[in-house]
């Protein structure tokens, strides 16, 4: 089982264009997505996170039961859902404003135990930042990678909502001894102000950049660097696409029993060109159509 750990909550999606552009409820929040798109590809999934007891976190948890996410483990709480405000531009690319005070997903508090099937434990966004979930979500980072478990990071950088820059990225750095692959967008890349071979030199056994719609690299402890172009698309939005390549790789490494550093360090060069393509097939389905819709199985592929 793939344990995602993070926020969910409701993006507001524009229709138009303009400020007061009418605006969509959409179910969303990268770790969310991230969980979504898991169960649509076929990985036995469950979602580690606190919701809340309003229609909004009634309606995010019936979305993670569709696509077949355990929701057992959930935390539930009286606070109101975090909102996502999206403004999408003209080529589709997506920024956010967020509404988080006093949301349920902040008082996250971490579990005494992940499921006894967990082969591999994802985390990122907003969950990473706000306090006091942050902390909690950091501890149990810590400790599944004390325990040996496969963990993969996407931070998914959302500036607005880190009030000390230099703080966040230092955090960061203090993360990547216990992260086993770290997935990013060049975008996130140039706000943290490192380098893949920095990161790596610090523990992640991979890490794969995103470009957009020009693919993916993925560069390893030994030296290799493997590329894949982006799958051409007429892009609808950007949204969700960066959760869908997170899954998809989660997905792919399953599928190869390639769950762990070991593995990783031994897919070579067609295995991580086959891994690749894979993500960029799912992404660009995603990119396809409005809002976090993430492929399944069947519109995919093998991976």
Known sequence: MIVVAGEALIDLVPRGTGALADLKPALGGG????????????S???FCSRTSRDAFGEALLDGLRRAGVDVSGVQRGSEPTTLAV????????????????GTADRLFTAPAALPASTRAVSFGTCSLVLEPGASAYEKLLRAAAAEGVFTALDPNIRAGLIPDPDAYRARFRSWLPSVSLLKLSEEDARWLGGT???????????????????GLTAFTQDGAEHSVPG???????????GDTVNAALLHGLAVRDALSREALAGLGAA?????????????????SRPGAEPPYASEVGEP
């Open 44 to 46: 036995p999934t469950a």
């Open 196 to 214: 893949p071979r920095e990161w790596l030199a610090e523990g992640p056994a991979a890490v794969v950049i995103t470009h957009g719609g020009d």
């Open 86 to 101: 999206a403004t999408v531009g003209t080529d589709g690319s997506a920024a956010y404003s967020f509404y988080v005070d």
């Open 31 to 42: 770790p969310y997505n991230t969980a979504v798109a898991l169960g649509r590809l076929g």
């Open 231 to 241: 799958e051409k698309v007429t892009v609808v939005d950007t949204i969700g696409a």
């Open 271 to 287: 295995g991580w060109t086959a891994l690749l393509r894979f993500a960029a097939r799912a992404a660009a389905i995603t990119c």
